[in-house]
């Protein structure tokens, strides 16, 4: 049966290339492999359906909602304006105040899609006024976009806590410090870049017009506040976080900015409710997919196979950095994740890896995945904001890899940035 | 036939917001009644995971409405148009194929779970598993129309869409 789960899964692989909907062709090969086992099809509605059936994965949905109130509210616009305020004067400011626009966004928003889409277009258009190219404005933002989905809240890390049963309240916990040192590492390449190609600054604006800026954007800062004091208190669960998170988001585009109104939320709730079918169609046949590869004893011949050839997890973690990294070059985030998880996350147990800096190493490898061509969704929303051509902005966009390197390689080497806010905040048995 | 389509995408989307707030609502019941009323509530659980099955599926279908789920065309758009126009062709069809399975397993499915009570509600599981044969028709519904669409494009020699 192995060998038939490897050739579907090679056919599913090809297929993609040809251009049909991920998920169709993920099910098909589920249905395929369950047809030529023998294995009656009635599993197939019965795993599609209940890979839904999850209070967990339920914060997915909600999470989407808010951050698509948060964007329908002028928050974005808001946000772009403190950061600008905060590091505009520095050498290459908007492309700065891009990245820490992003860190601020990322308390909000749980993917790197809706970071490029929303909040890029403001700093695109607004980076592309003040003379940068295209390419550059592209860049930036797609690079700082991948910092979305590591600080919470995350839906990467939803699906993955989910599916690899790991607590989502630490993994959310476990991304704070990694996004952080992204951002810190992705200023200095900036600050690199801005010196040798003379881009633009401004003059310091003074702590009247940083003081401003910050009032106007402070019940936007408070958003993840909100989020986070409920969730690591331990008061909510993080799907109630994201309900709570969702009254605080409509109340603030309703009451203090005033710049949403009821009549705009069917429409808003829509395309929520879209997005959710979008990731849920993936989710739901990847756990059909997820149920035929265990049927078919991959996981355990796979393991049998990957620990006689290492004992050693810090070899394991090295072997599991590049094979994402190169799948991540080729497939769609989220499906990637989900067919992995079942055959990876068992040989990291058994190694004794802490399943919490394992989550975050999956996750940073297929976000970085999603600025690489040829499949880089992110970098493909990007090019098609700021009107560049996918093949000049995946050029582009190649030396704001190396600052993401950089920390995917210290997390992979040094657990202890992962682990160390869920182990004292949430009191983990070590 | 064409208003029969707007008015059931109008049904289709009136559902989704419903049931989308309806679960909202639970989840946010939950955390109003077992934190600020000190009563948790038994079914809240219950009714928002499967309010979620049901948000699932629509979204499903929605997103087939409007195409914009998930797809690797960037191999595919180095072709020349009427290759193009083939394999979206092919690709609606085997959107077709994956539909009809679940029509015809899903169909099976809620029969099967129709005097099977749910935990706290104590409603038919089988009419949760309903959604899975009704979204699957409609996605492939609309996979049909796809295909026609390509298909004649391809006929009149990949002019585009």
């Known amino acids: 049966m192995i060998t038939l789960m490897l050739a579907v899964l090679g056919a599913w692989f090809l297929s993609l290339f040809a251009g049909p909907a991920i998920y169709v062709a993920m099910g098909l090969a589920g249905f395929a492999f369950l047809a030529i086992a023998g294995i009656p099809g009635i599993v ?58 992003s860190v601020i ?107 401003l800026a910050f009032r106007r954007a402070f019940w936007a800062l408070m958003a993840p506040v909100v989020l986070f004091g409920g969730l690591f208190s331990g008061v909510f669960t993080p799907t109630e976080a994201a309900a709570v998170a969702v009254v605080y988001a409509l109340g603030l585009g309703m009451f203090v900015y005033r710049e949403f109104r009821l009549a705009d939320l069917p429409k808003v709730i829509l395309d929520a409710v879209e997005t959710t079918g ?68 068992p040989v990291a147990v058994k190694l004794g890896i802490d399943p919490v800096q394992f ?64 182990d004292l905040l949430l009191r983990r048995a070590p | 036939m064409t208003r029969f389509a707007a008015m059931a995408a109008r049904v289709v989307d009136v559902l989704a917001i419903a049931l989308f707030v309806a679960m909202f609502a639970c989840v946010l019941a939950q955390v109003v009644f077992r934190y600020f009323l000190g009563s948790p509530l038994t079914w809240s659980d219950e009714l928002a995971r499967y309010l979620f099955v049901w948000c699932a599926f629509l979204g499903w279908v929605i997103a087939a409405r409007r195409r914009s789920h998930l797809a690797v065309t960037m191999g595919r758009e180095r072709l020349g148009a009427r290759a193009q126009a083939a394999l979206k062709v092919a690709g609606a069809l085997a959107a077709v194929a994956f539909a009809g399975v679940l029509v015809f397993y899903g169909t ?54």
Request: charged share 10%; hydrophobic share 60%.
């Open chain 1, 278 to 345: 979008v990731v849920m169609a993936l989710v739901m046949t990847a756990s059909l997919l997820g149920y035929c590869i265990s049927v078919s004893r991959l996981p355990q011949e796979f393991g049998a196979w990957l620990t006689g050839l290492t004992q050693n997890p810090l070899v394991y973690l090295l072997i599991v950095n590049v094979l994402l990294l190169v799948v991540g070059c080729f497939m769609e985030a989220l499906a990637a994740m989900l067919v992995l998880i079942p055959i990876l996350v």
């Open chain 2, 108 to 161: 099976r499915i809620a029969e099967r779970n129709w005097d099977v009570e749910t935990t706290a509600l104590a409603f038919p599981v089988g009419v949760v598993y309903a959604i899975v044969p009704l979204a699957a028709l409609a996605v492939g519904l609309y996979a049909v129309a796809d295909a026609a669409a390509a298909w004649s494009a391809w006929r009149m020699g990949g002019a585009r869409r």
């Open chain 1, 44 to 101: 197939i509605p019965q795993k599609v359906a209940m890979a839904a059936n999850s209070f967990p994965l339920l914060a997915a949905p909600l999470f989407i909602l808010m951050g698509n109130l948060m964007n329908a509210s002028g928050i974005s616009y808001r946000i772009f304006e403190f950061a600008k305020a905060i590091v505009g004067w520095m050498r290459g400011g908007l492309a700065q105040a891009n990245i820490v626009g």
């Open chain 1, 105 to 211: 966004f990322a308390g909000m928003s749980g993917s790197a899609v809706a970071d490029a889409a929303g909040l890029g277009t403001v700093e695109i258009e607004a980076m592309k006024r003040e003379g940068y190219d295209g390419e550059t404005a592209g860049a930036v933002t797609a690079a700082s976009a991948t910092i979305g989905p590591i600080i919470p809240p995350s839906l990467p890390m939803i699906v993955y806590g989910v599916a690899a049963e790991t607590s989502i309240g630490a993994l959310f916990l476990a991304g704070v410090i990694p996004g952080l040192l992204m951002a810190g590492a992705l200023m200095l390449m900036v600050r690199h870049l801005a010196i040798r190609r003379n881009m633009p600054r401004h003059p310091f604006e003074g702590g009247r017009v940083l003081w």
């Open chain 1, 359 to 422: 989550g975050l190493v999956f996750v940073l490898n297929l976000m970085i995945g999603t600025i690489t061509p040829p499949v880089g969704v992110v970098l493909y929303v990007t090019a098609k904001v700021a009107n560049v051509p996918f093949e000049r902005m995946a050029h582009a966009v190649l030396p704001y890899l190396v600052p993401l390197f950089a920390v995917l390689a210290l997390i992979t080497l040094w657990p202890a940035v992962t682990t160390v806010l869920p």
